[in-house]
């Protein structure tokens, strides 16, 4: 059994086609994934990943954790795409809220704004901390330039013999600029394997050691991504959900939805639709073709953008994720006067609340010609965040195959660093202003 129930009872009605008519296309396209014969075949290392990943790397990952935890009260992660928003997406999905950890972990190097950097430079000036930089590629400017910046301040407070002591690079095994700049100070390095691309690499170092260091248990969302691996290993839908949510949303998709919106109940899911978007959007929006993704928080945002799922254009439709067990909860109390009106409640969990929202929501959007698709986790565990990845993953190579897309590749994404290198005055992009 999938440790994801996938529901998709809701959008039936609304297909005239169904998923499992897809069944012959799907079959040859998962050929085409594991025989590693499609476009942008050069990036499926994530595939065998959860069993073939580096174990002396990973105990060296699991080393630096203890090391970093022991050096600092602070690990600033620099990052930008996907290098940080799958562990970023892990942490909130892990983390108890309010509850501070022994080790903070704070994310920088994903925007350009001095404001942020100037006040993060300000909270770390007393304080103990050290830097895990990120970047595949090796010369993503965002992180590069956040990184010269915290790495001065990490020289100026320790010296430069101390400092080095305190950076971990996670990048490219031979190229790039960050790859240069940690060889030459002797910075100990992660690597992010060749053939895995940035938002399919939370199951590396890149998302490994931050969340390690946080104090998550890997080990078991490496044990969930593997379960995961062997569970959709397989092309037939009855019994491979990934498949069935991707060929659920292709349906919707040719039938006119436009826009799929992942929403969740929780906000520690928050930053999993973050994460989600990303994979996404940079591996299906391209040639002119791909579902629009968008995210909310319910019941938050159903008090925002609700009016416009219920009443406005026609073309979305909605994956929701429910957990099952939330974890803590609160009872609410009995007041003897009932001046709010709340006491038909009493006793109850907020969740039970909660879950009501999500069944009056999914019926009003039902009513409304929004179809909805149903993931069901059973908690906020690593098993499960790493199951959840995995299956993620698995999805998305099949949607953007369905569309006729390379998953792995993000050309779009140099048009505007071309023209902002232009307009900051580099070199070699000069003729793009004439
Ligand atoms: O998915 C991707 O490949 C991108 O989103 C990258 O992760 C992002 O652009 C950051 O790239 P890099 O890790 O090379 O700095």
Redesign the pocket.
Known sequence: MSHIQLNINEVRPFLTEQPESLQKKVSEIHKVIHEKTGQGSDYLGWLDLPKTYDKEEYARVLAAAKKIRKQSQVLVVI?????YLGSKAGLEFLSEPFKKGKLEIIFAGHHMSGKYLANLLEYLSNKKFSINV???????TE?AIAFRVLKRALEEKFGKEEAKERIYATTDKKRGALYTVAKQNGYEMFIIPDDV?????VLTPVGLLPLSAAGINTKLMLKGAKDAMVRFSKPKLESNEAYLYAATRYLLYTSGKKIEMLVGYEPSLLYLNEWWK?LFG?SEGKDHKGLFVASAGFSTDLHSLGQYIQEGERDLFETVIHVEDSGKDVLIPEESNDLDELNYLKGKPISYVNLQALKGTMMAHKDGLVPNILLTIPGFDPYTFGYMVYFFEKACAMSAYLIDVNPFN?PG?EAYKKNMFALLGKKGYEHILK
């Open positions: 990052g930008i795409g996907g290098s990120i970047s595949k590629s090796g010369t993503t992180p691309g940035g938002r399919y690499s990303q940079e993000q994404v």
